[in-house]
């Protein structure tokens, strides 16, 4: 693999061959968490993986872990490419392709919402009172709530054991997330909305879940590619919130027959 050069100290990882297209990472991971995805994807496409700033080999970046600064770098580094952003690294891909659809000419939301907690209006998202307990774990016990959320996203998918072993691996792989960025994380987690961009979005868009998600619920994703033109809402059986490790087949044939969709 080859690494794009910037002066934000953000590492992106190049790897494969042909049209590109960017991967996006969800909280405390890094890129290296979808190895099995590029093994799959690599003879077709040029991939991008990305470590959002404060997060594997990005932990250094001079770029806060907030959506507008860290999109506006990463559409002035990277080529016109579809985005795909799972989980947390979705609000980065559905806002770049809202605001920047010539740089972003497709969107794959996987497990990923435009907005991650219930409230009057939005009745498929997590309790803030979860993100808010996660907030106060990360200063009483780092590394035992990483290890709550991890067990989270592995919970409900037909194999979760596997699942958590290879979320367990990967979280550290790469060092350590600082601390004070995973608190960033939560808080956009928590607070970010951005329903009011699926009316206008001018990308065809893909929006993939697992059936047995616990932290995204598939019917938050459907409702979400309901509101947005030209989006396709797909849900793989069997899977949690980390299909690319448990269903990595299915994810890149599902991936393969969108991209190439006229």
Do not use: K
């Not at 993986?49 to 907030?66: E, F, I, K």
């Not at 559409?75 to 806002?95: E, I, K, Q, R, T």
């Not at 990967?170 to 994380?185: K, N």
């Not at 309901?226 to 919130?241: L, M, N, R, S, Y």
């Amino acid at each position: 693999m080859n690494t794009l050069d910037n002066p934000h100290g953000l590492h992106i990882e190049v790897a494969g061959e042909g049209a590109p297209l960017v991967l996006l990472h969800g909280w405390a991971m890094h890129g290296g968490v979808f190895a099995p995805l590029v093994e799959r994807l690599r003879a077709q496409r040029t991939l991008y993986l990305v470590d959002l700033p404060g997060h594997g080999l990005s932990r250094d970046s001079t770029l806060p872990l907030a959506i507008a600064p860290v999109v506006d770098a990463l559409v002035d580094l990277l080529p016109p490419a579809p985005w795909l952003g799972w989980s947390l690294g979705g609000l980065f891909a559905l806002h770049a392709a809202a605001l920047h659809p010539d740089r972003v000419p497709a969107l794959v939301m996987l497990c990923a919402s435009p907005r991650f907690v219930r409230g009057n209006d939005w009745s498929h998202g997590m309790s803030p009172e979860v993100f808010r307990d996660f907030a106060t774990g990360l200063r009483s016990d780092y590394r035992g709530t990483l290890d709550r959320f991890i067990a989270l996203e592995a919970f409900g998918s037909d194999d979760a054991r596997g699942e958590l072993r290879a979320l367990r691996a990967e979280v550290f792989a790469r060092g350590e997330p600082a601390g004070h960025v995973l608190a960033d994380g939560l808080g956009l987690l928590e607070t970010v909305d951005l329903r009011a961009r699926l009316s206008t979005l001018a990308v065809p868009s893909l929006w993939m879940s697992g059936r047995r998600d616990r932290l995204v619920d598939p019917r938050a994703m459907q409702a979400a590619a309901a509101q947005a033109p030209e989006a396709v809402a797909q849900t793989i059986d069997h899977a949690g919130h980390a299909p690319f490790l448990t269903h990595a087949d299915a994810v890149a044939a599902r991936l393969h027959e969108f991209l190439i969709a006229p």
